[in-house]
């Protein structure tokens, strides 16, 4: 069964490092997104993506979060200088269609991000 | 605020009895909605979903039930097993993005 897969599973980082968290989405999915869920807490949205280009992100994803889809496989969250608060489990999820047509989201399996 | 902090509510039931999850949302423009399940240091998984213009649907074993008047979701999960034991969120959305609601832990006794 097709799933998403994300890397690293666990990454430990200095405040103030740069820290890039990994994607690969189903193959034939068309959006991408990352969510993040502090410990404990729910699951909160940070950007979808679609033709290359973000299409909605929330008030969480500022200037130090970007997103990339450098190749046709991957997709990319970095976050320029990482602050004590950014830690968290990051999921990635892709879908097929948009949520016009079914909101089903694949989610990965998670990237636990630790700032110390 | 929307985040509840580090204590879910939890619901408890004996395995083979029934169980229902509510969830109350937040904006009365939304028109989709989704339940995910989530096992402990997993991603999110989907169940079952339903639109705006029903207020009710089932799938194996789950029905999820809508009442928009007092924006009010339920998940219904019929002979509760083990393995359902997981924190369900549901999820609305509201023009292009998603919101999760909190968190329900549902942990089911042997």
């Known amino acids: 069964e097709p799933e998403v897969t994300q890397t690293p599973s666990h990454q430990v980082t200095q405040m103030g490092q740069e820290v890039i968290l990994r994607c690969v989405p189903i193959?034939?999915?068309?959006?991408f997104y990352w969510y993040r869920q502090i410990l404990g807490q729910k699951v909160e949205f940070l950007v979808s993506f679609y033709n290359n280009e973000i299409s909605e992100k929330s008030e969480i994803f500022d200037d130090q979060f970007s997103v990339e889809r450098p190749d046709g496989s991957n997709f990319t969250l970095k976050i320029r200088s990482t602050k004590l608060e950014d830690s968290a489990m990051y999921f990635c999820?892709?879908?097929?269609?948009?949520?016009?047509?079914?909101?089903?989201?694949?989610f990965g399996e998670g990237s636990r991000l630790t700032v110390l | 605020g929307e985040n509840v902090g580090l204590h879910l509510p939890t619901l408890s039931v004996q395995e083979g009895d029934n169980s229902i999850i509510n969830c109350a949302y937040s904006?009365?423009?939304?028109?989709?909605f989704i339940w995910y399940k989530q096992e402990s240091g997993k991603g999110p998984q989907f169940i079952i979903d339903?639109?705006?213009?029903?207020d009710k649907r089932q799938g194996q074993r789950v029905t999820v039930l809508l009442n928009k008047t007092v924006k009010h979701l339920s998940l219904q999960i019929a002979a509760t097993q083990p393995g359902d034991s997981a924190v369900y969120f549901c999820?609305?959305?509201?023009?292009?993005?998603?919101?999760f609601g909190a968190g329900t832990r549902l942990t089911v006794k042997p």
């Open positions: 339903i639109r705006s213009n029903m």
């Open positions: 193959s034939n999915h068309l959006y």
């Open positions: 904006n009365s423009a939304s028109d989709y």
């Open positions: 999820a609305e959305y509201n023009n292009n993005d998603m919101r």
């Open positions: 999820a892709s879908s097929l269609l948009g949520r016009w047509n079914t909101g089903e989201l694949f």
